[in-house]
Nanobody
Framework: QVQLVESGGGSVQAGGSLRLSCAAS????????MAWFRQAPGKEREFVVA????????TYADSVKGRFTISRDNAKKTMYLQMNSLKSEDTAVYYC??????????????????WGQGTQVTVSS
């Protein structure tokens, strides 16, 4: 498995921006689909966005399209999530996921074999 560590979470007012990072170590980073999930209190973990190993294909949840941007730097073994126009409903613990395989459509947590510890994002209105 690949080891994943998130950073960059914090508190921001609605309309603001944050950038999350996910640093990977271990297996070949560039070979695998990576993703961000989030989990709000009392809710199930939900898919946010995924990116293929070469970065060519990005799949976004409808709730974040046009506001969030995923990217990766395979040389640095790091994935990023730029979050703009944040809303209170974006408040959650954000998790980095790795060791995934590409498929068409959305993803579930079961599609990924490695997880980070999570980073809290709080958006106040």
């Amino acid at each position: 498995q690949v080891q994943l560590v998130e950073s960059g979470g914090g508190s921001v007012q609605a309309g603001g921006s944050l950038r999350l990072s996910c640093a990977a170590s271990g297996r070949t980073f560039s070979s695998y689909l990576m993703a961000w999930f989030r989990q709000a209190p009392g809710k199930e973990r939900e898919f946010v966005v995924a990116i293929t190993g070469n970065g060519y294909i990005r799949t976004y949840a409808d709730s974040v399209k046009g506001r969030f941007t995923i990217s990766r730097d395979n040389a640095k073994k790091t994935m990023y999530l730029q979050m703009n126009s944040l809303k209170s409903e974006d408040t959650a613990v954000y998790y980095c996921a790795g060791d995934g395989k590409y498929k068409s459509g959305s993803y579930s947590a079961d599609d990924f074999g490695s997880w980070g510890q999570g980073t809290q994002v709080t958006v106040s209105s």
